[in-house]
């Protein structure tokens, strides 16, 4: 479960959607369920993610935020001159993060 240190280290502060989306870029490859934001049957690439901050909230023990996040989608199996097809993909994804531990749970929110 990835953790999001320096973002519960500034919740309360401005800093905290700079350091939210920043940790997020840093998570290892495959964790992020952008899987569910694939539109064309494609793998997901997640190399280079641009993320942006929607709205975030406090709970007792728990912050959350939800992040809209922009990926590639590699569409193969098409027999065109330009396979894989490399196309931009979209997906929102809800983080709960706990307040005491720093651990992050991802999940996609249907759209």
């Not at 307040?99 to 249907?110: L, N, R, Y």
Request: proline residues 5%; contains cysteine.
């Amino acid at each position: 479960m990835p953790k999001l240190i320096h973002a519960l280290d500034n919740w309360g502060s401005d800093a905290f959607s700079l350091s939210l989306k920043a940790e997020i870029k840093k998570i290892r490859p495959g964790i992020l369920p952008l899987d569910k934001g694939t539109m064309q049957g494609g793998m997901v690439d997640d190399s280079d993610l641009s993320v942006t901050v929607i709205n975030f909230s406090e709970e007792a023990d728990t912050i959350r935020a939800r992040v809209g996040v922009f990926f590639t989608e590699i569409v193969g199996g098409c027999s065109c001159g330009d396979d894989p097809l490399a196309v931009n993909a979209y997906c929102e994804l809800q983080v709960i993060i706990n307040k005491q531990t720093a651990d992050a749970e991802f999940s996609a929110v249907p759209g």
